[in-house]
């Protein structure tokens, strides 16, 4: 039965937008499974002790680098995309390759990454003859805006599928590492380092393989992001804010399970939709006042997140059972 | 080479030093903290936003004279401090470094937001214009230079209080052992709660002092953020000379380059100086090498 349970789920996600298909609860849905994807990238490193602000930036690079090339270059997103990855993945190793050299761990590290982040969002604001600065940015619509070859599409039937799609090829890449060697050499690492390179690991290696993938995954899903909205600003896919709202919802969702962070993205994103509709504009503010005090309250007394919490607490109950 | 010697260089030069001193300001809170209770304070520069708020509203809503807002501002700000400590990271004193700042992030969310709601996203300003000193063809601020006094000024005192009095000391011994220090006679959680006051003063004093130069709005703290702890992790956190000296770097970068391109590449510069010199001096510029 829990072998089959995925698939069923999966079966069922697939079939939603053929059997109900509002478009404002199916635009819901897509936002949030691109974001889930998101901190699934964001938990892939961040379980591992390795804690980057440096994501904000990755995506404003994927979703800037994409959108450039297609209005500049003409360059369909099925290129620009895989460009906007590699070029990810060289800052990511520019970055992260002297950090792990050096042994830069912890906050340190998470400083380092931090002025990167803060870089991606000066330089895009400075560039403003090239990105258009703080204004945003929008890719020029093609085919009246529903054209495979261009990556648009107007219906929210064909972006749920293909959100839903990258979210469990994320899901995926996610399980595997969790089942590979890599994850057992990261976790060595985590806990102490000497011991992890006395072992045989090749430390710099191990950590240099999970951050590149983490960041070609979220260049991916700056890119899908501004694909989907059609609009992207400096502000809202890079800088520091970005950066920690990824460590947030994965945190409060739980970055040691493998949906934790997708139940993150759920929480915040619906708590923002119900403030935005139920208060409108006096709302303004409010989510990230809740967001900032439970991100607080979730490291202070339920450092596992929320899914991790109800895990250990299911683990307990079935161990005194049995 | 008569254009490196140009008049608009030496301003530039000039307002570096002025801008350096009040970096170094906010470094040295920052580092303060973080050497005696090995904590990142993430929303630092959102404590300074809340300062410059309490400028605005003492001084232009309430009237109440500069000197003594000032005065108010900066105890205010200590007693955030404070609050913050005891709120956020006394219980996680034990837990992992990387989740304190996680959580000092959370507050920054909250006080941005906060912020957002109390005050709106207006951009305010004390409305005092400074006059501007005309010096043998340059103009420098006159709210710059005040700025630079203030700080080297704050930078005075709290070096004597760490050297002079009895609980400096302490703050200078816990900063450099942490286990004996308890054992020793020492409260630790006193000496934590007076650091975290001291902390919060000299972002309220680099509150009162930036005040004079930006507008106040709900995000002004991202504009100082970034670059403090920058600044911080390029002189060695913790250590307050290297802060120093990075202040100026910092400072001068940002300024010159500021002179032929724009403002942003000027942080820009900073930012990528910061990378590069992570990769030449990962423990920090002043670090010992091992």
Redesign the interface.
């Not at chain 1, 303004?284 to 006042?289: A, H, K, P, R, S």
């Given at each position: 039965m829990s072998r089959a349970l995925p698939w069923v789920i999966g079966a069922a996600l697939v079939a939603l937008p053929f059997v109900y298909h509002e478009p404002y609860p199916l635009h819901l849905l897509v936002i949030v499974l691109i974001w889930s994807f998101m901190y699934t990238s964001w938990s892939v490193m961040g379980r591992f002790?390795l804690?980057s602000l440096g994501h904000g930036g990755f995506m404003g690079i994927g979703a800037y680098v994409t959108a450039l090339l297609w209005n500049d270059f003409h360059l369909t997103p099925w290129i620009g995309i895989p460009i906007a990855m590699l070029v990810v993945a060289f800052v990511a190793l520019l970055?992260a390759w002297?950090?792990f050299r050096?042994?830069?761990v912890?906050?340190?590290f998470?400083?380092?990454t931090?002025?990167?982040s803060?870089?991606v969002l000066?330089?895009i604001?400075?560039a403003r003859d090239l990105t258009g600065g703080s204004l945003g940015y929008t890719p020029q619509r093609y085919n009246g805006g529903s054209s495979v070859f261009a990556l648009q599409f107007t219906d929210k039937t064909t972006w749920y599928l293909i959100a839903l799609g990258v979210w469990g090829v994320g899901l995926l890449v996610r399980y595997r590492v969790d089942r590979s060697m890599l994850r057992y050499a990261l976790e060595a690492i985590a806990e102490d380092e000497d011991a992890a390179a006395a072992a045989g690991v090749h430390v710099t290696w191990e950590k240099l393989k999970i951050t590149l993938l983490s960041a070609a995954m979220t260049a991916l899903a700056g890119a899908l992001y501004c694909q989907y909205q059609m609009f992207i600003s400096p502000d809202t896919v890079s800088?520091?804010?970005v950066s920690?709202q990824m460590?947030?919802a994965s945190?409060v969702g739980g970055i040691y399970v493998l949906l934790g962070p997708t139940i993150g993205a759920f929480i915040t994103i619906l708590l923002a939709e119900v403030l935005r509709v139920g208060f409108g504009t006096g709302a303004?503010?409010?989510?990230?006042?809740i967001?900032?005090?439970?991100?607080?309250m979730f490291?202070?007394f339920l450092?596992q997140g929320l899914v991790g919490t109800l895990q250990a607490k299911f683990a307990r109950v079935s161990t005194a059972r049995a | 080479m008569p254009d490196i010697f140009d008049i608009y260089l030496i301003e530039a030069l000039i307002n570096g030093v002025l801008l350096g001193g009040v970096l170094a300001l906010l470094a040295l809170g920052l580092n303060l903290i973080f050497g005696v209770i090995d904590v990142v304070w993430i929303c630092y520069a959102e404590l300074i936003m809340l300062g410059m708020y309490g400028m605005f509203f003492l001084f232009k809503i309430y009237h109440v004279p500069f000197l003594l807002a000032a005065v108010l501002c900066i105890a205010g700000v200590g007693v955030l401090g404070v609050v913050l400590h005891l709120l956020v990271i006394a219980p996680l004193l034990g837990a992992a470094p990387i989740n304190q700042l996680l959580a000092t992030g959370g507050v920054l969310f909250f006080l941005q937001s906060a912020a957002t709601v109390m005050f709106g996203i207006d951009f305010r300003n004390l409305g005092i214009r400074l006059p501007v000193l005309a010096v043998a063809d340059m103009y420098i601020s006159y709210a710059r230079l005040l700025a630079f006094g203030a700080a080297l000024a704050g930078m005075v005192v709290l070096y004597l209080f760490l050297a002079r009095t009895y609980t400096g000391t302490a703050i200078r011994a816990i900063s450099q052992d942490r286990q004996i220090m308890p054992l020793m006679g020492v409260d630790a959680r006193r000496i934590y709660i007076i650091t975290s006051a001291i902390g919060g003063a000299l972002a309220g004093l680099a509150a009162t002092l930036l005040v004079l130069q930006y507008d106040v709005h709900p995000f002004i703290g991202l504009t100082f953020g970034p670059t403090t702890f920058m600044i911080c992790v390029l002189g060695g956190l913790g250590n307050m000379v290297g802060g120093f000296v990075a202040s100026f770097i910092f400072a001068e970068i940002i300024s010159v380059s500021g002179l032929y391109l724009d403002l942003e590449w000027g942080y820009v510069f900073a930012f990528g100086f910061f990378i590069a010199m992570m990769f030449a001096r990962p423990q920090g510029l002043m670090a010992r090498r091992s």
């Open positions: 002790g804690v970055i002297p950090c050096f042994r830069i912890g906050h340190y998470a400083l380092v931090l002025a990167l803060a870089i000066q330089v604001t400075a800088g520091i804010s920690l460590v947030f945190v303004v503010g409010w989510d990230n006042i967001y900032g005090s439970l991100l607080v490291i202070i450092p | -």
